[in-house]
């Protein structure tokens, strides 16, 4: 559904009008997954492995079950075997069965009915372990001779004589490297490293279970992503789909990291065992431990430049690790890394290897910012270098509409000029600097997504009009679908309410993730609209008894086409809704796609920072976001997504990091010790939103939650290398590694 040819004056569009869901979240009404409750529900708890790699010799639950209040214990062997290797993967990590693959991998569950006693039980289960040789760094993964996590796992197109823990590899590119390099003034080369890091949402991951007799369930879990739930989980239960119904609750964050299962499965079997409702809730600890980060990486970054500042050449080697079982990151990272530029030579080789820590996860962009922090951090030394601004260089390179991307396509419109000029008009880019202060420059980019979308829209009788849609809300989704809805009914944003449906009552959607729902969900909306503006039109031209295609929408009202179609009054929704019984019955229109043309995002932060030669630590004193929305539906929302991801990303580059022992254990599975970003740690975050339409959308709507997290590493490292005066190639940059760097050591 392309872009509406008429330039059209929005009326709600645009607006930013009061959450739906904000009553009932500030009150404490609103149900998060560790809410739900149920008559007789038990409370589980999960036995985890304390070693990073060993064989389980054998698990003895006899002293658990024996206990006054245990109603059910579970181990990986209660679980089928699935043919589906994908699945397969996602119960091998809600439930070991021969090996345990990192610290925390869940061995067996219990559901008892107090959570004292599930917690006793856990500690009576004896399990005999035989450890084996563990590791936790991709690059030493990669080494021949390094300890095999999981053999066999290699896909066909995977070099011969590499170690069994390379699973995949991929290559992007176009041009001639050589011819491009030899034209360049200077060439760089450098290696980077990127630490994995959670997304640290608040809410640990919940959910409740009821198994019943007949062979039904029922599922209310915290989730992006319900219907994928179900499809993993019944298949993990050898059920049929339809048979479990999976409800998603209000969810506490998210930011990719709940798009798949952890604990649902085991819920599922613990209740099913018990007979009984079972309760699940993961602890900080557990979220940490078993629960997926991002990938951690390492990369080789090499760019030639002429001394004016245009890119000849670029070529760069991703190895990332998604943990213990094979991840396909890799392609993204890869994909994204230099596409924010026109270059005539480029190339970018992804390597994936196993580890011994849990199964990566999304994280907004995922595997996009640990590609373009090279990439962003190399230009910035190439402009110190040739003394070259580095606003400027960037746009000199900028890729613009009908530029070949680096990974393949052909850009249709793009932001990525106008961030560019829009950061450089900036009062934050030309203000003045302090003593060990820097500021540093970076740009992101994100594909987006469309995918499988399913919208039902009620008008109800009394003139409202209510949408039933498949994917939660995590970012403001129900507000700017509301509005879209009552842009094109044309009847007030309150008279609309959007509800999120479980997976019994619509079509399949996809996972609310990759910037995807505003884009894909509000598309399939104006659709359902206009399927009942059709209806509704239809109606009022039987009452006045001309033909339907003498009647057309207006501003909420059905009015003749012209002055042959006859003089009627226009008459309004609430009118023909009014009289719906009397003239055909329940007007709806509903609408199911599997959309593309979600349409590229482009976006350019500006950091400064003040450094403190005596300590490292690093301060963020100012930082600017410009970014394309395509169209800004509710701009407040907009701005929350671009400030929130600069806030993930600014934790990441100073400060977020998985830190594994020699013994392969996480040493810092807390907040207390894992350390996301503060209110006191961070400046206001100002906020340029642009809208360059995107053709592939009715009202031009881009996502937008995905690209903020994508230059901040770069920018903060821009900003960090210039106050020290010495280049950072390791993210985070905490203190003693700025201190080590500061010493040259």
Known sequence: MALDDQKRAFKYVGTTPNRPDGVDKVTGKAQYGADITAPGMLMGAVLRSPHPHARIVSIDTSAAEAMPGVRAVVTGKDFPAVEDQGFADIGE????????????????????TTPAIAKAAIRAIKVEYAPLPHVTDVDEAMLPDAPVVLEGRALEHVPAGMSQNVTNTCEFGHGDLEAGFTKADLILERSFKVGAAHQGYIEPNACMASYAADGRADLYCCTQGHFFVRAVCSALMGMEASQLRVTASEIGGGFGGKTTVFVEPVALMLSKKSGRPVKLVMTRDEVF???????????????GMTKDGRITAGDM??????????????EMGAQAGFAAYDMPAVRTLGWTALTNRPKEISYRAPGAPQAVYAVESLIDEMCQQLGLDPVETRLKNAARKGTLSSYGVTFDDIGMVATLEAAKAHPHWSAPLGPNQGRGIAAGFWFNFGGNTCV???????????????????????????????EELGIPYDNIRTIVADTASLGYNDNTDGSRVTFAVGLATIKAARAAIKVMCDRAAAMWGIDAEAVEWI??????AGPNAGKFPPMSLA???????QTGGPIAGHHEVNVDGAGVSFGVHICDVEVDPETGHTLVTRYTVAQDAGKAVHPTYVEGQMQGGAVQGIGWALNEEY????????????FL????????????????????????????????GETPIVPPLAAVTNAVSRAIGKRMYQVPMSPPRIMTTIKGK
């Open 93 to 112: 990590t809600c439930m070991a069965r021969d090996k345990v693959l990192y610290d925390g991998h869940p061995v067996a569950a219990i559901a008892a």
């Open 456 to 486: 039902s829209l009620n008008i109800n009788a009394d003139g409202t009009a209510s949408v039933t849609e498949g994917n939660p809300d995590i970012g403001g989704s129900r507000a700017s679908i509301s509005l879209m809805a009552a």
């Open 317 to 330: 080697t991703l190895r990332y690790s998604g943990g213990a079982w094979p991840s396909g990151t890799i």
């Open 659 to 670: 830190i594994y022992g020699r013994d392969g254990r996480l040493q810092n599975a807390g």
């Open 575 to 581: 009118e023909i809704a009014a009289m719906s019984f």
């Open 555 to 560: 501003d909420g009202a059905a009015v003749p």
């Open 673 to 704: 010790d894992y350390r996301i970003p503060v209110a006191s740690d961070l400046p206001k975050i100002d906020t340029v939103i642009l809208e360059i339409p995107n053709p592939g959308h009715p009202y031009g709507v881009r996502g937008v």
């Open 289 to 303: 431990k078993a629960t997926g980060p991002t990938v951690h990486a390492s990369v080789d970054c090499k760019i």
